[in-house]
Nanobody, 120 residues
Framework: QVQIVESGGGLVQPGGSLRLSCAAS????????MGWYRQAPGRQRELVAT???????NYADSVKGRFTISRDNAKNTVYLQMNSLKPEDTAVYHC??????????????WGQGTQVTVSS
């Protein structure tokens, strides 16, 4: 069993900052790419940022220069630092992790999501 738990969402004013965290736990052998995706009401889920096990990062154009993804491999945790937030960043943010379990199976796991609302 693998669990993915996000935290850190909330309500923030435009221009403000939030830091999301996502921790993977359970029968984990190896964690490969971890990432953040978001889904706004009436829209499809979209990629925000990903980070590989080696630390290579990828960002959506809409968040480049404002968001920073990082990970702590010792803690099986990925972070998303979000600065200069805009109302259009409002969405449910989901964490994803590509994991090989201790039994050898490999799959992509998702968290339940954390709400980020940017509003004055």
């Amino acid at each position: 069993q693998v669990q993915i738990v996000e935290s850190g969402g909330g309500l923030v004013q435009p221009g403000g900052s939030l830091r999301l965290s996502c921790a993977a736990s359970g029968s984990i052998g190896s964690i490969y790419t971890m990432g953040w995706y978001r889904q706004a009401p009436g829209r499809q889920r979209e990629l925000v940022a990903t980070v590989t096990g080696g630390g290579s990062t990828n960002y959506a154009d809409s968040v480049k220069g404002r968001f920073t993804i990082s990970r702590d491999n010792a803690k099986n945790t990925v972070y998303l630092q979000m600065n200069s937030l805009k109302p259009e960043d409002t969405a449910v943010y989901h964490c994803s992790a590509d994991i090989r379990t201790s039994t050898g199976s490999r799959d992509r796991y998702w968290g339940q999501g954390t709400q980020v609302t940017v509003s004055s």
